[in-house]
């Protein structure tokens, strides 16, 4: 299941088998073809621990028509064949994408999928990093049957105008036969609802519609009451019922007043953490039981925000999100690139390709509140700071109803806090300086104001410090639980009580594997900063945190 609720009533959906065929294709991989569920990681197989290369991945299963096939994620690139024909390439992890398979004849098929985790020239973000490039169809994939039109795409925004709660919405439709149609969809939201006007969609094309919806009575969406609603399209094509899209939404907007972060007009200060995609021998392929559980421990120390660090995240993650009325700062996939690699030939167009296809497809999660991009890139030479600005323009187009920023070194020089709606700064005092917490942020805080930043929300968007989980020992060394609760404790404090601080996101919640390169400063190859273990088991600055968290 792609998402935690029907996204269709009318639209056909099939079934493939939850277990698959796997082959790796490279050296290093196994002699023969195993059975894994899907989604999973082939780091979760023995003997393919630190597998990199490719592997086939093979369903057969019964059906016919125009098909489309929706896959939530592949690790890192994927092709995509249907009977031995490529029908498909994708490049990137965290984003989901769909292949349509026209006049298939009915009867039984092989759906094969080749998913690639090398590094190489072919990609310019998928590189050796701080957290572990997995291999593998690591979210769900699911099978859908259409017909002459589909609905493609599904975008809400409220706006609260003259008191009353309205829902602009935007409807893309798709052409898949080879005529004119006349097509119209019935919108319905909340307590309103609306038909679009008739319109001729032209063979094999696409239209975009839009209306406006009075919704009614509702009640607007909060971290403290999360109120949701659906909001339903259905697609007539020449006068008959042929398909169906159905998503949530908040009513809520985010605005910035002054230094605060504000949703509905009411400030928020943010206390958040930092999480990865990753839990112990299941890597990126995070069931939604785990999920659940981060969540409910992130609530449970009082934090009230969550960043998708750094790379967007399993909508089924966001979902319950917007249940649990846990904020959130998404990013799109970029981390610690130099300048000489933002300038690789393939840049522009992968990182281009991620944002579209991340706002595309999250847009109408109302717990998200911030969009992110390139976190701890260079900013600093003027090249640099060009591609941020690009990036944060190309954020602000595609969605104008959130604020947009990035997650900076903590440094001096940087060029695009003027850039940003929110500055951020990734911070570690005490853990790789001994720089006093309160003086640093003080003096990190007149920084940003002098240069660029004036007046602007101040975010820590990273601080924290390691534990080796089960190392304690009363003298409080590096790397023991102890001395990362009485730093955190420090950290915490120190941002929370600068006045021109708007919020903190810990890093991190959860110890994750990183990639080998990391040895040397990683033991074990594992970031131990989480507050709780890889398998969520908390060290002691768990309670800290929620000690530290509840005085403010």
């Not at 990865?276 to 409910?296: C, F, I, K």
Request: hydrophobic share 40%; proline share 5%.
């Amino acid at each position: 299941m792609l998402r935690l609720f029907a996204e269709h009533h009318v639209r056909r959906e099939l079934q493939l088998a939850p277990v698959w065929t796997m082959t790796t294709l490279d050296e290093g991989g196994l002699d023969a073809p195993v059975r894994v569920s899907v989604p999973s990681v082939w780091e979760s197989i023995p003997g393919l621990r630190t597998y990199k290369g490719r592997a086939a991945y093979e369903n057969r299963f019964v059906g016919g028509g125009t098909l489309r096939f929706v896959f939530g994620g592949v690790s890192f690139m994927a092709k995509v064949y249907l009977d031995g024909e490529l029908l498909a390439e994708h490049y990137g992890a965290y984003t989901a994408f769909d292949v349509i398979a026209r006049d298939v004849p009915q009867g039984e098929h092989v759906l094969r999928v080749e998913a690639d985790n090398r590094y190489g020239e072919a990609s310019a973000l998928h590189v050796e990093n701080d957290y572990y490039s997995y291999g593998g169809i690591n979210r769900p994939v699911g099978l859908q049957q259409l017909r002459r039109a589909y609905i493609e795409q599904l975008r809400i925004v409220t706006k609260r105008e003259g008191g009353e709660w309205k829902g602009y919405v935007t409807v893309s439709v798709r052409s898949l036969c080879g005529e004119d149609v006349t097509v119209s969809v019935k919108l319905s939201a909340a307590d309103g609802g609306v038909y679009t006007a008739p319109v001729t969609l032209e063979a094999g094309g696409r239209c975009g519609l839009s209306e406006c919806i009075e919704l009614g009575d509702v009640t607007p969406w909060s971290p403290e009451r999360p109120q949701l609603y659906l909001l339903q399209a259905e697609l007539a094509v020449d006068g008959a019922l042929e398909d169906d899209l159905i998503d949530r939404f908040g009513c809520r907007e985010v605005t910035l007043q002054g230094r605060r972060l504000c949703i509905n007009g009411e400030s928020v200060r943010i206390k958040g953490f930092n999480r990865h995609e990753d839990y112990g021998a299941l890597g990126s392929a995070v069931p939604v039981e785990v999920m659940t559980r981060d969540l409910q421990m992130m609530r449970d120390m009082g934090a009230n925000a969550v960043r998708t660090c750094h790379y967007p995240n399993d909508p089924r993650f966001l979902d319950l999100c917007d249940e649990m009325g846990m904020l959130v700062w998404e990013e799109s996939h970029a981390r610690g690139l130099t300048l000489a690699q933002m300038q690789h030939p393939l840049f522009a167009g992968q990182t281009e390709q991620c944002v579209r296809e991340m706002i595309a497809q999250h847009v109408n999660h109302p717990s998200i509140v911030i969009w992110g991009c390139l976190n701890e890139c260079d900013d600093i030479t003027p090249e640099g700071a060009a591609i941020y600005r690009w990036n944060l323009d190309l954020l602000r187009r595609l969605d104008s109803s959130r604020p947009v920023t990035a997650a900076l070194l903590d440094r001096k020089g940087s060029l695009i806090f003027a850039d940003c709606d929110i500055a951020s700064v990734n911070l570690y005092p005490l853990w790789y300086h001994p720089t006093d917490p309160t003086l640093h942020v003080k003096n990190m805080a007149a920084y940003v104001e002098a240069n660029g930043g004036a007046g602007k929300p101040v975010i820590v968007s990273e601080i924290g410090a390691g534990a080796i989980y089960g190392y304690r020992d009363p003298g409080a060394m590096k790397w023991t639980e102890e001395r990362q609760a009485q730093i955190i404790a420090r950290q915490i404090d120190a941002v929370l009580s600068h006045p021109d601080c708007a919020g903190i996101f810990l890093w991190q919640f959860a110890d994750v594997r990183v990639d080998e390169s990391w040895f040397d400063k990683r033991p074990g190859c594992i970031n131990n900063k989480g507050v709780v273990s890889q398998y969520r088991r908390p060290k002691l600055s768990y309670q800290t945190v929620k000690e530290c968290f509840a005085r403010y």
